[in-house]
């Protein structure tokens, strides 16, 4: 934030060419879209359940009994919908806007974590609400930007929902269902490790309407969206990147009773209040797009004795801008891309023109931060223990060199000599790869900064999925089994219980500085 902020000039919109009624509703059952036509007349919240009385923090769920039946049963386009938030403060009103084919849906909101293996809880359910077909999203011709202009189909308070990730699911009339993400974030995290979800890369990667910012309806890279709203919908369930990106890293977290706070990276852009004081701060397994804010607060975090792990690979790589919606700040996801000489701050403000972080003008390599530097997609490879000495993999019963199939993909990181890196850093696993025919490696790698924290990177994008590994829920789409899923698991223990006493370099070993040894002078 601040004065150097420029929003990009409104362009004309239009009807997106081709959805006309019938045939939007038949991309519907393709693209997952919503419904088009006329708009639906606001209903009141209801509260067939209305919340127990409850502490806003985490800590008062541990006890509580799950609800099992919280999974989607019948994926369908009969209906769709989004919140005017992707986060909200415990008692705050959020709305919602919903486009379906059915007569009647329903609200159910699921809060995720460990619930004796449930991994959610059921805290608020509305009644029927009459369903309405809304009207047809618009197309912003300079951006091509997907943004509806749906009518509120109800609001509902938050009074009483403790703090964590829930699950809105849409259920209609006739069995489809569609969810809805929303954070409900905590205020404080000093004393916790705070849990930072990703909307901006969810939304980055959505192609509800026919375009995200890496592709338009044909799927060519030339007709991508230049910014993204999130005033529509996701595609495919509702909810995909946080179901295979972050989900099972929050229903560790609350198995192991740490004390915990949420978060969003927007959040995060915004106001750094939650980071201070904080224990640690988990990225979770996909979180790609971060603003130059973001990041400020995050380092300064580190700065000042905050624990970081980076879960996944390929972190704050894009640098993007936040910008108003229709009726919302910060709803509009700005990224140019390689197309970054058409941004509005390119010449003016080189800072805020959005494309890679390492790439000009403003280049600032991620690896100052995570200590890895992102290289490549795809690949598919084991995961080789480089220092099983190392503290991380205690009580896991690995051997320098043993591997785990499928654990590095389908992007991934590495220590790249000559990049910027913090000291000491030591690497902690070194997984040979081919990535396009070309031979490369994937890195784990820890260091710590003079704070005492720790930052500590796994390098790869599955590290979260192969929590489900060997689970009906995730994890079989890759081939990583039961064995690397116990890996994975002890080794984030051991993580998320040594970053949540404090600054780990005041209880745990030292890195041990190991890059010029594991690449012998290589670049």
């Not at 919280?70 to 909200?88: E, L």
């Not at 974590?113 to 009207?135: C, F, K």
């Not at 084991?382 to 654990?407: C, I, K, M, N, Q």
Request: glycine share 10%; aromatic share 8%; net charge neutral.
């Amino acid at each position: 934030m601040g004065p150097d902020r420029r929003e990009v000039p409104r362009h004309r919109t239009e009807h997106i060419p081709g959805l006309r009624r019938r045939t939007f509703l038949e991309a519907c059952a393709g693209a997952a879209l919503a419904s088009a036509a006329a708009a639906c007349d606001p209903a009141p919240s209801a509260h067939d359940h209305p919340p127990a009385a409850a502490s806003h923090r985490p800590e008062a769920e541990r006890e509580r009994a799950g609800t099992p039946d919280w999974r989607i049963r019948s994926q369908g386009p009969a209906v769709a919908g989004y919140a005017d938030r992707v986060s909200v403060s415990p008692g705050e009103e959020c709305g919602l806007y919903v486009s379906t084919t059915a007569s009647s849906f329903r609200v159910s909101a699921f809060r995720v974590g460990w619930y004796d293996g449930a991994e959610a809880r059921l805290v608020w359910s509305s009644g029927r609400i009459p369903g309405r077909v809304q009207a047809e999203p618009h197309l912003t011709s300079g951006t091509r930007t997907v943004r509806t202009d749906w009518q509120r189909t109800l609001a509902f308070s938050t009074a009483g929902w403790p703090e964590g990730a829930y699950l809105l699911r849409l259920d209609a009339e006739g069995g489809h269902q569609r969810y809805v993400p929303l954070i409900v974030r905590s205020t404080r995290g000093a004393g916790r490790t705070v849990l930072m979800h990703a909307p901006a890369t969810w939304q980055a990667y959505n192609r509800w309407g026919g375009y995200s910012l890496y592709e338009g309806p044909s799927g060519a890279y030339a007709t991508r969206s230049l910014a993204v709203s999130f005033d529509r919908p996701y595609d495919s369930s509702g909810a995909e990147k946080f179901l295979v990106y972050e989900r099972a890293a929050v229903v560790l977290a609350e198995r192991l009773g740490i004390p915990l706070a949420y978060t969003t990276g927007m959040d995060v852009h915004r106001d750094p209040g939650v980071l201070r004081g904080a224990r640690a701060l988990i990225c979770l397994g996909h979180d790609e797009y971060w603003t130059p804010e973001q990041r400020r607060h995050v380092t300064q975090a580190r700065d000042a004795g905050t624990n970081v792990a980076f879960l996944g690979a390929n972190t704050c790589f894009r640098r993007v801008r936040l910008e108003q919606g229709e009726t919302r700040p910060d709803r509009t996801v700005v990224c140019y891309k390689s197309s970054f000489r058409s941004d509005p701050c390119y010449g003016t403000h080189p800072s805020l023109v959005t494309t890679d972080f390492r790439q000009s003008p403003g280049a600032d390599p991620e690896s100052s931060m995570t200590g890895v530097l992102y290289e490549g997609y795809p690949t598919d490879a084991p995961y080789v223990v480089h220092a099983a000495d190392h503290w991380l993999y205690e009580g896991t019963g690995t051997r320098s060199g043993d591997g785990f199939g499928h654990l590095v993909g389908v992007e991934y990181d590495r220590v790249t000599p000559g990049a910027p890196v913090p000291e000491p850093l030591e690497i902690t696993a070194h997984s040979p790869l081919v990535c396009n025919g070309r031979r490369s490696t994937s890195d784990s790698a820890y260091y710590t900064v003079p704070s005492g924290a720790g930052v500590f990177a796994t390098g790869t994008m599955r590290w979260v999925e192969a929590l489900m590994a060997g689970t009906p829920d995730g994890g079989h789409d890759h081939g990583m089994d039961a064995r690397t899923r116990a890996f994975v698991t002890r080794t984030t223990e051991n993580l998320l219980h040594a970053f949540a006493l404090g600054p780990s370099a005041r209880h745990r070993p030292a890195p041990r500085p190991n890059v010029e040894e594991v690449y012998k002078g290589s670049a």
